[in-house]
C-alpha cells in the first residue's frame, strides 16, 4: 500500500485565513517530502519539498513542517486565496530512486 | 517554451483496441514519467525514463509498454485497452537525478475504454 497518506480528503477556509494540510508518511526513509498543487483539469504543479534532516522550509507565502518524531508533514498557506482552491498532494522520494510516490490528496476549497 | 505537451487530449477505446499516448517536452529534461489518476485519488507511476534509451517500471506498469527513442519523446502504448484502464494519463518530465523532485506535468489525456 501506499506510504503517504493524508488525513482529510477535504478543506474548506475563508478567504484571508490560513490553511494548514497535512500528510502523515510511514516510511522513515524517504529523503524528500514534497508538496503539490493540481487544479481543475490541469496536471499537478511543484509548490515545495523538504529534506528530511530539516524541520521547516519557508516559500513564498507557504511553509512546510515536517515533525519526523510522529511522522508527520504539514503545509501551511497563509492568506489563503481564491487562486488557492486546488487538490493538494503530499508526496516522498528517496535519493537511491529516480522517482517520486505521490498520496492520494485533499482537495481545498476556499469561502468568499 | 511549450513545456510538456500530451497528445491526444481526449480519447474513447473499445476494449481490445489499441493506441499510443504521445509525450514531447522541449526542456531538453533527462528524466521522463507516465502517471495515471483515477477519480479522487492520487497519481500511480506507471513507467519512467532516466534516459534516452532506458526505461523502467513504476508501481502498475501492467498492460502498458512505452519507449524512449528520443530524449525529447515518451510513448506510452495500450496493446489491448481494458476498461480497467479508463483513467486521466499524465506525462511529466524533470532535469535530472539531483532535481527529480520538480517535475513537470503535461495538462493530460483523458482516456476512456468501453
Known amino acids: 500500500g501506499e506510504s503517504v497518506g493524508l488525513h482529510l480528503p477535504t478543506l474548506s477556509v475563508q478567504e484571508g485565513d490560513n490553511s494548514i494540510i497535512n500528510c502523515a508518511y510511514s516510511n522513515s526513509a524517504s529523503d524528500y517530502f514534497i508538496w503539490y498543487k493540481q487544479e481543475s483539469g490541469k496536471g499537478p504543479q511543484f509548490i515545495i519539498d523538504i529534506r528530511s534532516n530539516m524541520d521547516k522550509r519557508q516559500g513564498q507565502r507557504v511553509t512546510v513542517l515536517l515533525n519526523k518524531t510522529v511522522k508527520h508533514l504539514s503545509l501551511q498557506i497563509a492568506a489563503t486565496q481564491p487562486g488557492d482552491s486546488a487538490v493538494y498532494f503530499c508526496?516522498?522520494?528517496?535519493?537511491?530512486?529516480?522517482?517520486?510516490?505521490f498520496g492520494s490528496g485533499t482537495r481545498l476549497s476556499i469561502r468568499p | 517554451n511549450a513545456g510538456v505537451t500530451q497528445t491526444p487530449k481526449f480519447r474513447v477505446l473499445k476494449t481490445g483496441q489499441s493506441m499510443t499516448l504521445l509525450c514531447a517536452q522541449d526542456?531538453?529534461?533527462?528524466?521522463m514519467y507516465w502517471y495515471r489518476q483515477d477519480p479522487g485519488m492520487g497519481l500511480r507511476l506507471i513507467h519512467y525514463?532516466?534516459?534516452?534509451?532506458?526505461?523502467a517500471k513504476g508501481e502498475v506498469p501492467d498492460g502498458y509498454n512505452v519507449s524512449r527513442l528520443k530524449k525529447q519523446n515518451f510513448l506510452l502504448g495500450l496493446e489491448s485497452a481494458a476498461p480497467s484502464q479508463t483513467s486521466v494519463y499524465f506525462c511529466?518530465?524533470?532535469?535530472?537525478?539531483?532535481?527529480?523532485?520538480?517535475?513537470?506535468f503535461g495538462p493530460g489525456t483523458r482516456l476512456t475504454v468501453l
Open positions: 525514463s532516466v534516459g534516452e534509451g532506458t526505461t
Open positions: 511529466a518530465s524533470s532535469p535530472s537525478q539531483s532535481s527529480y523532485n520538480e517535475q513537470f
Open positions: 526542456m531538453n529534461h533527462e528524466y
Open positions: 508526496a516522498e522520494t528517496y535519493s537511491s530512486a529516480s522517482k517520486i510516490i
